[in-house]
């Protein structure tokens, strides 16, 4: 069995969604309290913060966010792409790691482990019907690191040269998405996630 990985545009409408979610009442509260030039410099960070924690908490909880539930995806560890391969013999002290279904090479999908617990061909676990997820739900520290790689270059939009590279971070971030087999941003490469397709009646998430 293989889940196969968002598409690109899966990706920027949960993103556009939960920019959305998070920065227009940000933009509304900070132009409350703060007016003329200095919102330009009280925003950035604002909204970094609050999208920081916004996409983290959800992530480490349910391994999507608001925008995901609306595209239909979800955050999940990567698997690893070389699994351990019993011996010839089928001997040897250590017992072999799971092996995944599909080779990592295959464009378009991310390989499922296979499980010894009986699932079947499917990849459906005993009698639950359920198919078995492309990756663990993320740690608290994978899912901070995770929002952290996108949102705090946010926070540095006021100070001018630093702001240009975290444009010119963005683009390079969004172009990951097409290098290599396994469509990782710059986010999912250093918190080691995948974002795969997966519609709320398919996902164990809340």
């Known amino acids: ?19 959305l979610v998070v920065g227009v009442p940000v933009i509304l509260v900070v132009r409350a309290f703060v007016s003329g030039p200095a919102v330009d410099v009280v925003a950035p960070p604002v909204l970094a913060g609050c999208m920081l924690v916004y996409e983290a908490v959800q992530l480490a909880l349910w391994g999507r966010t608001l925008g995901k539930r609306v595209a239909g995806i979800e955050v999940v560890a990567a698997t690893r792409q070389e699994a351990d ?16 279904l ?7 999908f991310v390989p499922t482990a296979a499980s010894s ?7 459906e676990r005993g009698a639950s ?26 926070a540095l939009r006021p100070i001018p040269v630093l702001g240009l590279l975290a444009s010119i971070f963005w683009v390079g971030n969004a172009g990951m ?6 469509r990782q941003a710059v986010h999912d490469r250093l918190a080691g ?6 519609p ?6 809340f």
Request: proline share 14%; aromatic share 2%; net charge neutral.
């Open 1 to 19: 069995m293989a889940v196969p990985l968002a598409e690109p545009g899966q990706r920027l409408l949960a993103r556009v969604v939960d920019t």
């Open 85 to 100: 391969q019993p011996s010839p013999g089928g001997a040897g002290d250590a017992e072999p790691g799971p092996v995944p």
């Open 102 to 108: 599909i080779p990592a090479s295959v464009p378009g």
């Open 117 to 123: 617990g009986g699932e079947g061909p499917a990849g």
């Open 129 to 154: 019907g359920k198919r078995a997820p492309a990756g663990a739900r993320l740690d608290v520290l994978h899912a901070v690191a995770r929002a952290a790689v996108y949102s705090l270059p946010i």
């Open 177 to 182: 998405l097409f290098e290599g087999t396994r």
């Open 193 to 198: 996630t995948v974002v795969v397709k997966r």
């Open 200 to 205: 709320d009646s398919d996902s164990p998430a």
